[in-house]
């Protein structure tokens, strides 16, 4: 339960489809993002995260493929849950690129940009026996989630605001 070292392709793999989007959308922000009034603590859980996941997704072995079993499932849920995510970057990116379309859902999933990462990474670390990548994920979670759903509350009380 606590992980072989080694390194993970799948690990790199879910790191790929992970930051290629996010580098697509530096250029492609919805207007008005700002991170200035983020919770400093929520950040700082979200910045370690951030760092704890993608160690972990590159250094354990368990990541990677190995014999079917039952086990396996996770692994293919966790890449359905990726795809999900993709899903959701295609919709933003082909969207007017507004705050809205930024914290939107999927499926009934709240903020998904933010969400289905996590839920992939959590469920890799399931797949794997990984108990590191699951506390990264926890700890990537209350910090990503929190700050995405932090924005999506400002923004509807602004838009509650104005009517």
């Not at 996010?22 to 929520?42: F, H």
């Not at 999933?109 to 990984?130: C, E, N, Q, R, S």
Request: charged letters at 15%; hydrophobic letters at 50%; aromatic letters at 16%.
């Amino acid at each position: 339960m606590t992980g072989n070292f080694g390194f993970s392709y799948i690990g790199m793999v879910f790191l790929i489809l992970l930051f290629i989007p996010n580098i697509i959308w530096t250029k492609n922000m919805p207007q008005g993002y700002s991170t200035e009034q983020e919770n400093k603590i929520l950040l700082f859980f979200e910045r370690t995260g951030e760092v704890l996941t993608s160690c972990c997704a590159l250094i354990f072995s368990d990541f990677n493929l190995h014999q079917r079993n039952a086990w396996s499932w996770w692994l293919i849920a966790a890449f359905l849950v990726m795809a999900m995510y993709e899903l959701w970057w295609i919709r933003y990116f082909r969207s007017s690129r507004k705050l809205t379309d930024f914290y939107s859902s999927l499926f009934g999933i709240p903020v998904a940009g933010a969400t289905l990462p996590v839920i992939a990474f959590l469920l890799l670390g399931i797949y794997g026996k990984v108990v590191w990548m699951i506390i990264a994920t926890v700890i990537l979670g209350i910090g990503h989630i929190g700050i995405h759903m932090q924005h999506r509350k400002e923004l509807e009380m602004l838009s509650a605001a104005r009517r």
